[in-house]
């Protein structure tokens, strides 16, 4: 009898100690709705970096990131040289809990898709539900510091503190029975130093 209350006492406190852990790494693995006031400080200022898409060559290009003071508009240009002839502007604004954006290259018409915004660490990542390529699908634009850890991270800071970031474009087309997302395009976003 006094086994089976120490071997209870030992499972008690096995499941008190995996209910410890489990609190202490939910928070890193789990991504919360964040609003876009808390990501857009993070892009302010003149980025560079290779572009590519897929099957394309890598090509340099800088992007320009404007938050406005009250935090609600984000607005990303990227320049000419991906596979663009024209410069594009990715235009990000606060519409009730969620973001709107509107897209532009100078070529086409103007394009508009609504997206929730998550955070998971120091990761972002807006998730919406539209058109790509005339095909029902879940789009994916994630921000996300270049390194995976936090040690790396570190070493990835510039002297100004500024984190290098991969922008991935993709999608999950739903008239698909794939459950991986595809990947359109990367941007590397390394802040421009001024000598």
Not at 155 to 163: D, H, L, P, R, W
Request: glycine share 8%.
């Amino acid at each position: 009898m006094w086994y089976q209350a120490g071997l209870s006492k030992g499972k008690y406190l096995i499941l008190l100690v995996m209910v410890i852990i489990g609190m202490m790494i939910a928070p890193r693995a789990l991504a919360a709705k964040v609003e876009l006031s808390q990501f857009c400080p993070v892009l302010d200022g003149d980025w560079q970096g290779s572009a590519a898409k897929n099957g394309v060559a890598p090509r340099q290009v800088t992007t320009s990131g404007i938050c406005s003071s009250d935090k609600r508009n984000l607005m990303l240009t990227v320049s000419r040289g991906d596979s663009n002839p024209n410069s594009e502007v990715w235009w990000f604004r606060t519409q009730g809990s969620d973001v709107l954006l509107t897209y532009t290259d100078g070529v086409g018409e103007d394009r508009e898709q609504l997206f929730s915004l998550y955070q998971r660490g120091d990761s972002f990542t807006f998730l919406g539900k539209g058109h790509l390529n005339q095909r029902p699908a879940l789009i994916r634009l994630r921000f996300e510091p270049k390194a995976s850890t936090t040690a790396v991270q570190s070493a990835n800071k510039t002297e100004n503190g500024s984190v290098t970031w991969l922008w991935r474009q993709s999608a999950h087309y739903l008239d698909d029975d794939s459950e991986q997302y595809q990947l359109i395009r990367a941007i590397e976003l390394s802040p421009i130093t001024n000598p």
